[in-house]
């Protein structure tokens, strides 16, 4: 899978990072930003014909490199975001 094909997005509340192939976003992911030191990931979707393809992974890879560049802790709300983090980084996130 080409990571080229992976884009951020920035606001003042949070932002997505999504992936695209053939001009069409099949994968996203969205978080909020709380206080400046938190990334809080809120929803994880693919779709139908992208499911099977690791791009829920991925982008959930994108967010913890995006947050440990920025100094950022992670609080995944999305039951994906928060099984994959565990895998990643052997913490149990299920509090």
């Known amino acids: ?4 094909n992976i884009f951020h ?3 003042a509340a949070g932002g997505r990072f999504f992936y695209v ?8 992911i969205t978080y909020t930003l709380k206080d400046g030191t938190t990334m809080v990931i ?5 779709s139908v014909e992208a499911k099977g393809k690791g791009l829920g992974k991925i982008l959930v ?5 995006f947050a440990r560049n920025n100094n950022l802790t992670i609080i995944p709300r ?7 983090l565990g895998k990643i980084s052997g913490t ?3 509090i």
């Open 21 to 28: 192939e053939y001009g069409t976003s099949i994968a996203e």
């Open 42 to 46: 809120d929803h994880t979707e693919v």
């Open 78 to 84: 999305c039951p994906f975001a928060k099984v994959i």
């Open 9 to 11: 997005e920035e606001n």
């Open 1 to 4: 899978m080409e990571t080229t």
């Open 61 to 65: 890879a994108e967010c913890a490199k």
């Open 92 to 94: 149990d996130f299920s």
